[in-house]
């Protein structure tokens, strides 16, 4: 029934209400036959239009119907059409604007069969009593077309200015969700790359702290140098968790992403954590894989070590991985160990689909034969790029090892 209003809205109709009253009421009482009668007539008309015009934008049905009232009420007395009648045009305009799909159309009514109660009320007693009623006929014809034209018109300019109003908060909605879309992918990925260096890194850390545990009796200098690997491994991680909370403070920056480059390092400590890596490289890359290539590779072959050495049974871990000319493979096995059930969900196993998929591949991660075997397929979009001429060597953690 009631739109809400900004407090300042409200006022500038109770204002222009005021107006409305102060200006008409004058010329209404001028027009007069009877004072006693026109002075009662006037107040009447001019209070219900007024309330109309109060009305028009806060609920334009209310001020449709409190319009009609004012109309019939001006025609009960006898009243010609006056100054008065010029809040019909404002209500009607309201009621396409801003009225509800119900008010909506019976504004349009209103508008018409307002012609038609203008032209009937005008002209009805002269085409009837005069002796040659076609002149009147035609003059009635041309009030009827004219009125219609007139309530229309402001009818048909609120509902412009009603598609002009839908039609801007689609664009803002539109505009609000996309913009959600953007900030929720930006978490999500971050939320990835938090899950695979946290993730990698624990599990690095605990299986050093575990040897160092059991070794330190024996042979003290492999605890020292499994709590070097520890601290190592844990600042890397802090640094990076600091990166992304930074990214998180400040979406609009972008931190960088490990390449092919920082594989060496990342087979480093999967071995110091006792893992026994074979890495195998055959094709290798022909020349600089693209960076989005570069990130998806290094970012599945680490939650599919780190889950390796999480589940995996004591044994080697075979990595291969296939630079083709149209998109690079990859397989990681380890062998599954008995007590453990295969990781088959999780936000490791569902960070590696997003990471291919999001490059445009795919990947497979199962048991087989007693192994875990994780696949992948990631599509390498050439970009015309030749190896740099003193780039004759292959990128880091590309040369084929086996250990």
Not at 213 to 241: E, H, K, N
Not at 384 to 402: R, S
């Amino acid at each position: 029934m009631f739109r809400r209003l900004k407090p300042y809205q409200l006022v500038v109709d109770l204002v222009l209400a005021a107006v409305f009253v102060a200006c008409v009421a004058f010329l209404e009482l001028e027009s007069g036959r009877s004072v006693a009668l026109n002075a009662l007539s006037t107040v009447l008309v001019v209070v219900l239009f007024a309330v109309a015009v109060a009305l028009r934008r806060l609920s334009p049905g209310l001020a449709l119907a409190v319009a009609w009232a004012g109309a019939i009420t001006q025609m009960s007395f006898g009243r010609p059409p006056s100054l008065t009648d010029t809040a019909i045009f404002a209500v009607l305009y309201t009621t396409a604007a801003y009225g509800s799909r119900l008010v909506f159309w019976l504004g349009f009514s209103s508008a018409i069969v307002g012609a038609g109660v203008i032209t009937v009320y005008l002209f009805a007693v002269p085409v009837l009593g005069s002796g040659e009623p076609w002149s009147a006929i035609t003059a009635a014809a041309a009030v009827l077309i004219a009125a219609t034209f007139a309530l229309l018109l402001a009818w048909t300019v609120g509902a412009l200015v009603r598609t002009a109003l839908r039609a801007r908060e689609n664009r803002e909605g539109q505009q609000r969700a996309e913009a959600s879309a953007v900030v929720e992918q930006e978490r999500v990925r971050i939320a990835r790359d938090m899950h695979d260096v946290v993730a990698h890194s624990l599990a690095v850390v605990i299986a050093q702290a575990d040897g160092a545990r059991y070794a330190a009796a024996s042979d003290p200098g492999v605890a020292t140098q499994a709590l070097g690997t520890i601290s190592t491994t844990a600042r890397a991680a802090l640094a990076d968790v600091r990166l992304l909370l930074g990214q998180l403070r400040h979406s609009q920056l972008d931190g960088p992403q490990p390449t092919l480059a920082d594989l060496e390092q990342l087979y480093a400590q999967v071995r110091a954590a006792g893992v026994d890596l074979r890495v195998d490289v055959d094709p290798a890359p022909p020349g600089t894989p693209p960076a989005a290539v570069q990130l998806a590779v290094y970012r599945v072959l680490q939650e599919a070590l780190t889950n390796a050495l999480r589940h995996g049974d004591p044994g080697p871990v075979d990595l291969r991985l296939s630079w083709l000319t149209d998109r690079v493979d990859l397989v990681v096995r380890n062998p599954l160990a008995r007590s453990d059930r295969a990781p088959s969900s999780g936000h490791g196993l569902i960070g590696m689909r997003e990471r291919a998929q999001l490059a445009g591949g795919r990947l497979e991660a199962a048991p087989q034969d007693g192994q875990f075997v994780v696949r992948a397929s990631i599509p390498v979009l050439r970009q015309a790029q030749e190896p740099d001429a003193g780039a004759g060597q292959e990128p880091a953690g590309m040369q084929g090892q086996a250990s």
